[in-house]
Structures are given as structure tokens and as C-alpha cells.
């Protein structure tokens, strides 16, 4: 049901009319004036204001009573403590890196949880989140802020559309908006798919392709990049939203941004669970999973990170309906999963696609990850270059903005669950947590064949986990932004040299 859906013809009607109006004060070829650009944005703002007015949004007061607690667990006895606790609670973990456990509890649950834990651990914790309530109030907009621009605003991409998360229905919406603002081969809105309940996965392709100076040079050589996975990691969907921006808008203006396009696409899926993310917005702020039906009536969704065809499902946790981690009745049982999955393959089959690189956008803890997902044991043959380039990419990260990612491999950086998970004893103090199969990281490294696959968790390091401030998403926007262009120039044979040189240019590093 899409109430508020603003369809193309309107979009591009209130372009025309609005181009007519005002003068083309901008560089880039074809391309509508920033003042237009934003014009249409505010349009698409009022109708997500009136979708909001219709619906209310989700209570945050269910939450109102817990709190988000970080277990400080230094020893090896201690994390295999911790686990044994959680284990058979289906506990919402948030989170889990190297000596410390984040997880939320209800106020009233804290002293009996404590209770099961060895006196070692009941002094070592701490309240990251106290209002749980206030701090998920505080991600969405608030009410009636689109108002059409002046024209003396700044013209920044960071204008309205970043000051704040947006709805899915507003991000397809604006999706279209780019894809006819940007006339010609370089922007394009495609499908993925559908979802179990029937949405679109949109997606926008960027580049010139075989079409443009590439033309005849054989495969289509592209880099995918997707966020929301996880419904609850919103930082991961306005990233990919904001990457997607950034690359559009520096067509004709960045000569590195130039020459990435000139030879690869890059697809950008911002939101590959939109049913989950939906229910973000109108059920419950903190769902992380799908929306299907599964066998329990009330445990509906299947983790998508957990629902790929490799190496898919050797942990318990996965094959219980109401776990945080439950992947489905098999290999690509969750829609969502199998349709990116066969997107990809029929892009390979069909369209001689031959994709060069995956970055999966996740929050939170601020790492780079690399394959192998599903065991510490199996190792990838180019580990030397994987790790090298995530180095990079962390480094570019920090010259962007300071903030400090870390590198890992995906299994040591996986997110513990407690519900039904098999950690024992064995190998409990050689790896963190519980090892992860069926992720899209793993399935696109190893079945995909995309070289250089990283899972990115974005910021931050806990201060409000999933609840990130909307403050956030233009920073973590343009760190990411710096890192791919590092990765763009990396994949160009530069080793971020020219890269280097730019950013020298351009003073962006101050
Ligand atoms: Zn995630």
C-alpha cells in the first residue's frame, strides 16, 4: 500500500516546471540547479510529513523501560561466561568486539541477569544508554520540518534530504528523482527485486558503462554496494544514499570521480530489507530482520546476513524461527536474499557484469571486515591484498574525519546472539564470538567472485549504537565518501597515489 507515492511523472513535471523557473546555475553536465534539486526534495519531504501525519510512528515507550549495557569481558573466562549466560534467552546483543559485550536488558531484568554471572563480571559493566525511549525518539524527524528552500540556502548536498533519515517510501521516491534529474547513461533506478510483501528493492546504477568510453571493451565491470540488511542500522542506508549523491553530483567536477565512472558502475542497493525497515518506522525502531512468515506465527523475519547459499547455517541459532540470527528454513529461503542473489547472477549471465567489489554497509563499532564470515579456519587466497586495501580504507576514513575504523576478519568481527547459539567451550578463547554462515559478505566473495568484499560497520564505537543521531549522517557519509574514492583509485591500478594527489589539491585532509 503506498499512500504518499509521488510517481515519476510527478517528479519529473515538477522538474520541468521548476527548471523553467529558475536558471541551470550548475557545472554538471545535464544536470538540473542545485536550487531545483532542492526544490524537488522539499516536494518530496512535505509528502513524507503527510505520510507520517497519517501513520504516527512506531512507540518508542515499548522500550521505555530498558536499558543498553556494555559488559567489560578482558579474559577468555569471562567472554565463555557471558556466553553461557545469554545463552537460551533470545537476549538482544548489540553488539560484541574484543572485551567487551554490548546488550540491552529490561530495568527489572538487570540484578537477576547479574545473578548468573561469576562475581568477576558483576562490577564490569556500564549503562551506554539509559532512555532507551528518548534516544529512539531522537532518530526520527521531526514533525513538519520540509519547508521549501530560499533561494539564498547553500547549495550543499548535504541540504534536506541529509539533515535527517528518511522513510523508505521518501528514499525510492528520491531514487527516481535522481535518476531523472541526471539525464543520459550515467544515472539509472533499477529493481533488485521484490520483497516478501511485495516492495521493490530499488537501486541506482551509476556509470558510463560498455555505453560510454568503455564502449566495446568487453565486461561491465562493477563495484555493488548495499546497506540495511539489518532494518534497525539506518547509519548503513543514508550512507549508501549519500555515496550514491556524492558520486552523481562530482560527475564533471571530480577527475578522479570522473575516471572511477569512466570504467566502472557502481550499484548502489541503500536498502536491501525494505519490509524490515518499514517496520522500523511504524512497528518497532529496534527490528533487525525481515518480515516473512516463518513456521511461528509470532516470530516472523529471517536475518539476511545469515541467509545466503555459502557456507550457509552451521550454527544452532540459525535454525530457531524467533532468534535475532535465524536464516531461514534453508539456503535463500529469505525473498530478500535469494532476489540480490539472482539479481546478481542473471547481471553476470545477462549483462556481461563482472563484479569487481562488494562493501556491505552495517553499524555499529566502526570495522572493516573481510571474508571469511563463517569460520576463523578458512582463509582467502589473496588475505594479503584484502587486508592491505581495508587498511587503506580505514586510514582514508580517519585523514577524513578522525574517526578511527579497525580491520578484522568477518569472523572474528561477527555479533554475538545469545538465543540457542553454539558456543562451546571448544575454541572459545581463539575466536570472540559465534561463527556466522550464510553471509553476503562470504557469498559474494566466494560464489559472486567479487575480489575485494568487506562488511563496513559504521559508526559508532557505542555511545548510541543503532541510535545514532541523524547529526551523523553527513560525517559518516563523506568519510565513506573519501574511502571509496581511495578504493575506486586502488581498483584503477593507482594504489591511491592519484588519489593522494587529489586530496593535496583540494586541501581536504587540513
Ligand atoms: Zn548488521
Known sequence: ?????????SVISLLIATSLSYPQD???PGAPSPWVRESAIAAILEDRDTWRDNHGLNRPDMYKNDVVLRFLSITPDDQAALRRATKGMNMDIWDSGPGFTDMRLPKDGISPFLSTLPESLQSTYMVLIDDL????????PPSREATMPQKSRSHQPEGLFFRNYQPFETISTWLELLSSMFQGDLVEKISIGKTSEGRDIPALRVGLGPAGSNAGSGSRKT????GGLHAREWISISTVNYLAWSFVTSYGQDELVDRILDTYDIVFVPVVNPDGYEYTWTGDRLWRKTRQNTTMPYCPGVDLDHAFGYQWGPAESQTEPCSLTYGGEGPFHAVEAAQLAQWAKNEMRNNNVNFVAY????????????????SCSARVPNLENMMEVAMNIAKYMRL???????VDSA?????????????GEEGASSRRVEQAGGSALDYFFHDIKAKYSYQIKLRDTGTYGFLLPPSHIVPTGQEMFQALKYFGDYLLGNNGHEWMQTVDNQQVLG
Open 26 to 28: 550548475t557545472p554538471i
Open 133 to 140: 525511549a528518548s534516544a529512539i525518539s531522537a532518530t526520527y
Open 411 to 423: 569472523c572474528q568481527g561477527e555479533v554475538a546472539i545469545g538465543f540457542g547459539s553454539t558456543y
Open 223 to 226: 563495484i555493488l554496494i548495499t
Open 1 to 9: 500500500m503506498r499512500l504518499y507515492f509521488l510517481d515519476t511523472f
Open 359 to 374: 562493501l556491505d554497509l552495517h553499524s555499529y563499532s566502526q570495522q572493516i571486515l573481510w571474508p571469511y564470515s563463517y
Open 400 to 406: 577524513s574525519s578522525g574517526d578511527v575504523y579497525t
